[in-house]
């Protein structure tokens, strides 16, 4: 997240710009500006346009030439500032795309057939290949570890510097290529065959080279090609009219005309949308399968939410110590207190600084020799210490019952009402024992993450609904549901539980986004609208989901439903306000091109601009340059604050559509004022 | 396909005998019996045979009738089988020009008024041809002349204008106006009434 | 404006959506087929004719199906219209003796009627016999209204269907048009007609000798029951050539309020339907609402420019100001002819009771605004309701984008499929339109039938256009349009602007009835409120601006600014 804060700060750096101006003009290139409809009208235009100075200045029509030639520079100016925007957007990509490639040059791989071991370049592993990987080595692919356990070294891919531990077996098994091998030999079994591993996915990604348009983009483009048509058409028999009212209008005022009309401000910036929209959640070092994806989750109607690591803090944390009748609650808390000692789990630390904090007692030194630790066992789930004749043990109270009555002692009638109450309160009870005398409980109490109410407030006003996905009984899902805010829980959650619960939600219409890391969860990601797999899990999860959280955080769930709002809302926000500036340029230029033949229509001329071929000029510069001043919102996208949907259109409204309308009048004025003081024009 | 189109056949068949004909006799045969004067084209008859319709103007030129107001229906104007109206636009110099004529022939016939005192309803065409009706200040700078053509007195005149006159029901919109082949018809009447109480 | 036009504005108003409201509830009753008052005389003949026809009309149709048999529907209807035209000096009921029409203008006059355009590029009572006014018009005037209502109905059926991809029954939805809602109301505002003093019989001409002794051809008919639908059907195709204006056509105030009520109520009692098949009324109020004041807005300022009037005449009349009183009726005035010219032109109705050619510029400029965003101001039968929901799909697009969600309207989502249906419904008038007008501006045969020089001339072309592609069928009528060039291309228009529209309609209709429904929640974008309405409007108003700005600034707006300085062409 640091690192991500560092890459989000500055939208125009130097070793951005330089390559993305030398790219506006390689896309110049109409095999290129056909994928945009827009932007390639106002390229032809560029041409006839630069044709007719052409022909102007031959003639010797000098001052016909000035004009035509600044229309000429400003329209095509309009075609690289486009193509600039979205080398922009790319170039970001680009330059996280170039570090990743360095790690997949040349590594050799280990290949294991039989017993024999030989050394092979990576390029030529296929899948189902066994190698060997050894301390420093480069893992040569993606793969699932069979045998040994090593920490390793990810920090190429997730850009996390400390290392993780990768074992056979189990939710932690996969392994990606480009990765280091830190300590320990560990065998794999490739899973991808070159040229489809994660990091060459990963590439492919951040370069956009696979991009595609997204569903609702591609609305977007039919709409704007629509508008297009239209203005094609609005134009080209304005000709005929001009001709039938006894006068006619020059080619290039013409094409000044359409250029101005047609949506070019987010025609040009579409693309760069959708690309920066990936990049953002890029920073978030998310990597989003597809555009898609992205989009989708803005449109996300419930988020199901693991309890542990998501809600509450991964770690329980004992808040008291019950004693059962007749036993001091200071003789609990130092049985308590003394059987965690060795203990180094998180929820250990925490009964030792509880009895410390809440009866003063301190931690004691032990002599190795005098004491022996029952270290926690998965078998009979208890752990514990013998000292000095004295046998503390502590465990989950079905445990702990087993292991007394297992001796033929009795237990306190008053346990189980305590055991209960603690579930209720959504803890978990932890029963002590010492010297086979039930002493008490501890209350152990999971810890909701601070401020993750207000953002389940915030999400619920955004109308997403959240379900806590828990393995805890009902009773405790329910108290812990209640203190964290979420609108809803699913209890005991088991695969199918989960799978039943999204294809629910799907059928009542709704879009559901998850999180998951085993191979468990695969099916459920699979079936989410949007599943965030993370990084941590298995090659199953990963492939299954179509976002990966490289931080392996699932919090950020939230983070990407807001980036998935923030990118329909650029493009809502700029196609609002392309259209709504049409209104200006038409005020503009109308006048301007008929004020030869009707000098009454210069009461449109409401900007009152100096003359016609300044009017005319202007709305081409102002509609050229807001391109450009808009490149920093299509990359940022446009502010987004967790309100709901009228506040949240009215706003965008006010600042886009009636901004739209505003801007373009002033602006226009403004470069008119500007382009006759300079005396540009006559 | 073809299956569809023997359905669409059967059916505008089927519609045209309910519509074409059972609507529109059914109609016919109700509206004579409920509204038999209307239905039948509120003709009024006089001795000599049919005098018209009430609906439907008719020119008057002579200066003892009330005269209604120019009329782009046929050729020499108020032609029934060709209803209809100039259709010319705020700028045609040929509406112009009509006006200035038309407005010259009203302060011709009817010597005395200013052209401020003429109502525009005299001076511009309707829009069937066979508007009925003129506006009842029209017809009151016509009054002076058809009384003094009739030998009438003025005020005899005024409350013929006033019988004839057809107003719009409250609320809704719409604008008094004199129907001239009624009021004109009445005048015969007046004069025929006094003449013979004369002879 | 005097106050007394507010006031009578507003009543009518009133008048109007108070009636409405009982209206679409029983249009919905009649096609969701819950009981109503006439099933037990329309039920027996709704079967007859389903056994006649001998089809199943509970089978549900995919929109592909519906379409063709909407298409087959009409193309037999053309044909029979075509041949009775054509023909008519062959067949009975002809006392006129009236000889058969010219292929072109047959071809205009069948494809003008089918199109529930009714364009009318003869007079009717120089040319039409009895029988080809009734069993040819009339019919078509019930059957273009049917067909409208049908498409409209389908399209609300998908957006309350569940990934069903069906969307009801054609012949079911047309037969029950006719028989529960055009017929009825027919037959009521017939007689009502009929006492005003429209004429209702099968005379020959009636020849009278006029009080100054010269001839008067008096032409009769069956006028009431095809005025009646004419008006109820928005059709508008007059009986004779100055349409309402005609004193047998609209002989009284009275009458003229009846029709202007008659052309709006079934497209506002549409919104009521709408809203109570969505289960909640909102969403046709709100369409109701965005409706009103686009309506309200136009009535006002028509009234005004024509109480305002043409300074030459009132120079001419030694006054400041006259009101523009060439074209119109004394009867109907400034007020209700102001009122007329909005109601047909905002509805498809295209009837008149005033010459629109004669109307101030701006006014003019206002009628063919009123059809060149789509007519969707009540707009025709059907037409107008499935018009102004291709605007709000294009508004929740647009708009719906800003509150960060993939668009949806009524919990259906708006992905590519219905926005290049939404585009291809709502471009194809102005695109047409543009194009048409250019090339008739152009060339010889186009130019020739102007009457009036100058910007207005072309302001008439456009407007022959913009009427038949929007369906709507009044004039400029000093266009002589009775010529091959325009008989073809206008017949054309009428067919482009009518199925051009249809079609994506249905074809949005079968996607949405495919659609899941999403749950509403505090992030979908509110479609009930003010706000919605006020977008609406908004977007209406954009894209009819963006796309008429430049021509209209060539035509009514030159063309006023050359009149306010006493310029005459």
Redesign the interface.
Known sequence: MKESSKKQKRIFSSELIRPAITASFKKLDPRWMIKNPVMFIVEIGSVLVTYQFLKTMLAGNLNEGLFTLQITLWLWFTVLFSNFAEAMAEGRGKAQADALRKTRTETFAKKKTGEIIEQIPATQLRKDDICICEPGDIIPGDGEVIEGIASVDESAITGESAPVIRESGGDRSAVTGGTKVLSDRIVIRITSNPGETFIDKMIRLVEGAKRQKT??E???T??LS?LT???V?????????????GTSVSITSLIALLVC?IPTTIGGLLSAIGIAGIDRVMQHNVLAMSGRSV?AS??V?TLLLDKTGTITLGNRQAVEFIPMPGVEELQLADAAQFSSLPDETPEGRSIVVLAKEKYGLRGRVMQDHEIRFIPFSANTRISGVDYNGRSIRKGAAEAIIKYVQAKNRPIPKELDGVVSGIAQAGGTPLVVVENDKILGAIYLKDVVKGGIKERFDQL??????TVMITGDNPLTARSIAAEAGVDDFLAEATPESKMKLIRQEQ????LVAMAGDGTNDAPALAQADVGLAMHSGTMAAKEAGNMIDLDSNPTKLIEIVEI??????T???L??FS??N??AK?FAI?PAI?AAA?P??G??NIMHLHSPQSAIISAVIFNALIIIALIPIALRGVA?LPL???A???R??LI??VGGIIVPFAGIKLIDIIITGIKLVP | MLREMKYAFKAILIFTIILGFGYTFFITVFASLLFNRQANGSIISGENGKKGSVLIGQKFTVPRYFHPRPSNAGSKGYDPTASGGSNLAPTNRKLIDNVKSNLEQVLKDNPGFKPEDIPVDAVTSSASGLDPHISIENAKIQAPRVAKARNLDLSVVHYLINNNTDKPLLFVQGEPGVNVLQLNLELDKVSKDISNERR | MKTLDVFQLLFFTGVLIVCSLPLGLYIKKVFCREATLFDFILKPVEKFIYRLMGINADAQMRWTQYAFALLSFNIAGGILLYLLLRLQNLLPLNPGSFSGMSPDLAFNTAISFVTNTNWQAYAGESTLGYLAQMAGLTVQNFLSAATGIAVAIALMRSFSGKESGTIGNFWFDATRSVLWILLPLSLIFSIVFVWQGVPQNFNKPVSIKTLEGVEQSIPQGPVASQEAIKIIGTNGGGFFNANSAHPYENPTPLASFLQVFAILIIPAALCTTFGKMMKDRRHGLVLLGAMLLLFITGVCLVTHFENAGNPEIAKILHRTSVPQMEGKEVRFGIGASSLYSVVTTSASCGAVNSMHDSFTPLSGMILMLNIGIGEIIFGGVGAGFYGIILFALLTVFIAGLMVGRTPEYLGKKIEAFEIKMVMLGVLVIPVLVLILTALSVSIDPGKAGISNPGPHGLSQVLYAYLSASGNNGSAFAGLSANTFFYNLLLGLTMLIGRFGVIIPVIAIAGAIASKKIVPVSNGTFPTTGIMFAGLLTIIILMVGALTFFPVLSLAPVAEHLKMMNGVLY
Do not use: C, H
Not at chain 1, 460 to 465: F, L, P, Y
Not at chain 1, 507 to 510: A, C, F, N, P, Q
């Open positions: 569903p609702n591609l609305a977007l039919i709409l629509g048509i239209v203005f058409i609005v134009v080209a028999t304005l000709q005929p009219f001009a001709i039938y009212s009309l989009e803005g449109d109607n619920r006003k955004m109308g997403i609904k059928s009542d219409g709704k998935g709002k923030q990118l329909l809302m493009r809502g926000a196609t609002t259209i709504a049409d209104l038409y109308i008929f009707f009454e229509l009461l449109l987004y709901k949907a009228e949240l259109l009215l965008n409204i886009y559509g």
